[in-house]
């Protein structure tokens, strides 16, 4: 390495001690070939530098002057990028031109009135000067009134206080400021200098609860003394924000050293224990509409952590890119997860950190109807059970384990509607997966002698007791069933029986484990489905009258009504007049039909209990459903979701549809609110 390229080296590792920005260093590099060259640059030409701003400048200048009051010092380390026979002359030669500039920029360190500051600056060029003025020498200035002199004895005396040479305190408390931002400073620390530089103390605490996110501008422009409107508190705010945003790596470079425990949700006030640099946060961010929170943390791009809403009441973060609460809730909640599974979810849900919330969770998913309610509960009370259990067992338990006290008419209708519940004992019920003696292939055998049986003796009505001492009389079972034929009761064949029910329209359950086979019964049953099989073989949609009129023919019935129901959820009213099949005659597909539907009860969840057509206009075109389907239409399609009773109702809503002949108006109401 020669001689020029190591006094470069030195000068650069120089630099690098000073604290320069990058910006400014840069512009040093580029620009001055030695600290001779940059001392003896008139700092006006500064601002024809390429890429020199503002704050740059303001830099370089406070730069020449820390340099020059070294060389007055005589400091060795400056004194070794200077030759040695200019070293005497440079300070005599560069503190005249430097001394102008620096009296300017100290000036301005003081809140001063614009009148006061031009006439400093247009009157004196040094601190000195200034400092020796009397106030008969300062009222015979230009410009200069009662209130200018005031304000510039002021300063003369803030001035003459201070003990080291002003020029050399004022410049090394500058670059200090400028260059070397305060490290090791805590998060209440840099809040609390940040307001100190601008803010009388008095308005600190209404700025910080402001800031916390406590008030609102308008309640900070009252308390305010003396009161001001609600913009300038927005100004003052905004003021002190782009002062901490100085600070916002260093917070956001804090803030990812906190760590989210796998399971543990971070809170808050859980970061003062993580990382000192936090301690007390929780006093100045006491809201999530916090301009601390979200203009801070929320908004830098650098931090790994999001807002979570698992609480109104406490501030939790997630990890950027997670769900949130709610939306674990939800989705929870539509896939209908048992208890035992929520833990495994929330790991799917990448959410690891809620498992710690499994309490608060299960009481949130809680259903609000006793009725849904009824069958959560039933569904793990069946699984844990060991036995069959009877009607009184399960309200007991409801009631001792649940803390859910419901009379038997809503524990029987519950135990209904949860698919695989059988009664295998006279008065016990459980899951035929855990109770059942018999495979598939050995129910079939019985169900379909029974069958035959139950034909050849049509209407004759059969209990269950009577149907397995006639099975026991059989010998072309298999042998498997022979050997457990013993072992069978009535419930068991009551079950074989339960189980075909609703492909045989003529096989009548009678209740009591009682059986027939009624050939009447087939007209009464079968008519929306006969109405169906019209609509297929024609190929096309038909009014009600011409599919009545085919029905008629054949089965000489009376009046009767066509319906949607959910036993016959294909028959669909595709206009005012005509009826069609809801797979042939309407362009949605199941899992758009089954997004409207999710999308119904999403609306219910958000307050609107009562959703009308331009309610469900807007949910087809969210899902971007084919534009020929009307609201009118998927009015009709949701009736295949409630019962077929007169109320129309079914377990999440009710639809009430206009009985005035051209109205085409409609309800969709969720029952549970």
């Given at each position: 390495?020669?001689?020029?390229?190591?006094?470069?080296?030195?000068?650069?590792?120089?630099?690098?001690?000073?604290?320069?920005?990058?910006?400014?260093?840069?512009?040093?590099?580029?620009?001055?070939?030695?600290?001779?060259?940059?001392?003896?640059?008139?700092?006006?030409?500064?601002?024809?530098?390429?890429?020199?701003?503002?704050?740059?400048?303001?830099?370089?200048?406070?730069?020449?002057?820390?340099?020059?009051?070294?060389?007055?010092?005589?400091?060795?380390?400056?004194?070794?990028?200077?030759?040695?026979?200019?070293?005497?002359?440079?300070?005599?030669?560069?503190?005249?031109?430097?001394?102008?500039?620096?009296?300017?920029?100290?000036?301005?360190?003081?809140?001063?009135?614009?009148?006061?500051?031009?006439?400093?600056?247009?009157?004196?060029?040094?601190?000195?000067?200034?400092?020796?003025?009397?106030?008969?020498?300062?009222?015979?200035?230009?410009?200069?009134?009662?209130?200018?002199?005031?304000?510039?004895?002021?300063?003369?005396?803030?001035?003459?206080?201070?003990?080291?040479?002003?020029?050399?305190?004022?410049?090394?408390?500058?670059?200090?400021?400028?260059?070397n931002p305060e490290e090791n400073l805590t998060f209440k620390e840099i809040l609390m200098l940040s307001m100190q530089k601008s803010l009388p103390e008095i308005n600190r605490p209404i700025l910080l609860k402001r800031l916390a996110g406590e008030i609102t501008l308008e309640q900070a422009a009252q308390e305010w003394q003396p009161a001001v409107t609600r913009e300038r508190i927005?100004?003052?705010?905004?003021?002190?924000?782009?002062?901490?945003?100085?600070?916002?790596?260093?917070?956001?470079?804090?803030?990812?050293?906190?760590?989210?425990?796998?399971?543990?949700?971070?809170?808050?006030?859980?970061?003062?224990?993580?990382?000192?640099?936090?301690?007390?946060?929780?006093?100045?961010?006491?809201?999530?509409?916090?301009?601390?929170?979200?203009?801070?943390?929320?908004?830098?791009?650098?931090?790994?952590?999001?807002?979570?809403?698992?609480?109104?009441?406490?501030?939790?973060?997630?990890?950027?890119?997670?769900?949130?609460?709610?939306?674990?809730?939800?989705?929870?909640?539509?896939?209908?997860?048992?208890?035992?599974?929520?833990?495994?979810h929330l790991i799917a849900f990448k959410r690891p950190d809620l498992i710690s919330k499994l309490d608060d969770i299960r009481k949130r998913l809680v259903p609000k109807s006793k009725h849904k309610q009824a069958i959560k509960y039933l569904k793990q009370i069946f699984k844990d059970a060991d036995k069959p259990l009877q009607q009184q067992e399960m309200q007991e338990i409801l009631?001792?384990?649940?803390?859910?006290?419901?009379?038997?008419?809503?524990?029987?209708?519950?135990?209904?509607?949860?698919?695989?519940?059988?009664?295998?004992?006279?008065?016990?019920?459980?899951?035929?997966?855990?109770?059942?003696?018999?495979?598939?292939?050995?129910?079939?055998?019985?169900?379909?002698?029974?069958?035959?049986?139950?034909?050849?003796?049509?209407?004759?009505?059969?209990?269950?007791?009577?149907?397995?001492?006639?099975?026991?009389?059989?010998?072309?079972?298999?042998?498997?069933?022979?050997?457990?034929?013993?072992?069978?009761?009535?419930?068991?064949?009551?079950?074989?029986?339960?189980?075909?029910?609703?492909?045989?329209?003529?096989?009548?359950?009678?209740?009591?484990?009682?059986?027939?086979?009624?050939?009447?019964?087939?007209?009464?049953?079968?008519?929306?489905?006969?109405?169906?099989?019209?609509?297929?073989?024609?190929?096309?949609?038909?009014?009600?009258?011409?599919?009545?009129?085919?029905?008629?023919?054949?089965?000489?019935?009376?009046?009767?009504?066509?319906?949607?129901?959910?036993?016959?959820p294909d028959l669909i009213q595709v206009s005012k007049s005509k009826w069609g099949l809801r797979w042939r005659d309407i362009n949605l597909s199941k899992h758009e039909e089954d997004l409207i539907f999710k999308n119904i009860l999403h609306e219910f969840k958000r307050g609107n209990s009562v959703l009308l057509s331009s309610h469900i206009q807007n949910i087809l075109k969210m899902?971007?459903?084919?534009?020929?389907?009307?609201?009118?239409?998927?009015?009709?399609?949701?009736?295949?979701?409630?019962?077929?009773?007169?109320?129309?109702?079914?377990?999440?809503?009710?639809?009430?549809?206009?009985?005035?002949?051209?109205?085409?108006?409609?309800?969709?109401?969720?029952?549970?609110?």
């Open positions: 390495m020669d001689l020029d390229q190591s006094k470069t080296k030195n000068l650069q590792n120089y630099l690098n001690r000073l604290n320069l920005s990058v910006r400014a260093y840069n512009v040093f590099v580029s620009n001055f070939i030695s600290v001779e060259h940059f001392l003896t640059t008139d700092n006006k030409k500064f601002f024809k530098l390429k890429n020199a701003g503002k704050k740059t400048i303001l830099e370089l200048s406070t730069l020449q002057s820390l340099l020059l009051h070294k060389i007055k010092e005589k400091d060795s380390e400056i004194l070794s990028h200077i030759p040695p026979e200019n070293q005497a002359s440079l300070y005599d030669q560069v503190a005249p031109s430097l001394t102008e500039t620096n009296f300017h920029m100290i000036i301005a360190r003081f809140h001063l009135s614009v009148r006061s500051k031009n006439i400093l600056i247009n009157n004196f060029v040094s601190i000195e000067d200034f400092c020796n003025a009397s106030k008969g020498e300062l009222l015979k200035l230009n410009n200069s009134g009662a209130s200018s002199v005031r304000e510039m004895i002021r300063v003369q005396k803030k001035l003459k206080k201070t003990n080291t040479p002003i020029l050399e305190a004022e410049v090394l408390q500058a670059l200090k400021e400028a260059n927005r100004q003052i705010e905004s003021k002190v924000l782009k002062k901490l945003s100085a600070y916002k790596d260093q917070i956001i470079d804090e803030l990812n050293k906190c760590k989210l425990n796998s399971s543990q949700v971070l809170y808050l006030w859980e970061m003062s224990v993580q990382n000192d640099f936090f301690n007390d946060c929780n006093q100045y961010i006491k809201s999530r509409k916090s301009t601390l929170l979200q203009k801070l943390i929320l908004s830098n791009k650098r931090s790994k952590f999001d807002l979570d809403d698992i609480s109104t009441s406490s501030i939790s973060f997630k990890p950027k890119g997670a769900i949130n609460y709610q939306e674990v809730l939800l989705r929870l909640e539509r896939l209908e997860i048992e208890d035992d599974d929520i833990e495994n009631r001792d384990e649940y803390s859910f006290d419901a009379p038997q008419n809503i524990i029987g209708n519950a135990r209904q509607a949860i698919d695989g519940i059988y009664r295998f004992t006279d008065r016990g019920w459980g899951y035929e997966s855990k109770f059942r003696k018999l495979d598939s292939a050995q129910a079939k055998e019985i169900q379909s002698s029974v069958i035959e049986h139950l034909k050849n003796f049509s209407p004759k009505q059969f209990n269950c007791g009577e149907l397995l001492e006639y099975l026991k009389t059989l010998k072309s079972f298999s042998p498997n069933l022979l050997n457990k034929m013993n072992e069978l009761t009535s419930s068991d064949i009551d079950w074989t029986l339960q189980k075909i029910d609703f492909k045989y329209n003529e096989l009548n359950q009678l209740g009591r484990k009682t059986w027939s086979w009624n050939q009447e019964g087939e007209d009464r049953l079968n008519t929306m489905q006969l109405a169906i099989n019209i609509l297929d073989s024609f190929g096309k949609p038909m009014t009600s009258n011409e599919i009545k009129k085919y029905i008629e023919r054949e089965r000489s019935l009376g009046n009767f009504q066509l319906r949607t129901t959910r036993a016959n899902i971007g459903v084919d534009q020929s389907i009307t609201p009118w239409q998927i009015s009709r399609i949701m009736l295949r979701y409630v019962a077929s009773n007169q109320e129309r109702s079914g377990d999440d809503f009710r639809v009430v549809l206009s009985r005035k002949k051209n109205d085409d108006s409609f309800q969709i109401i969720d029952i549970n609110s």
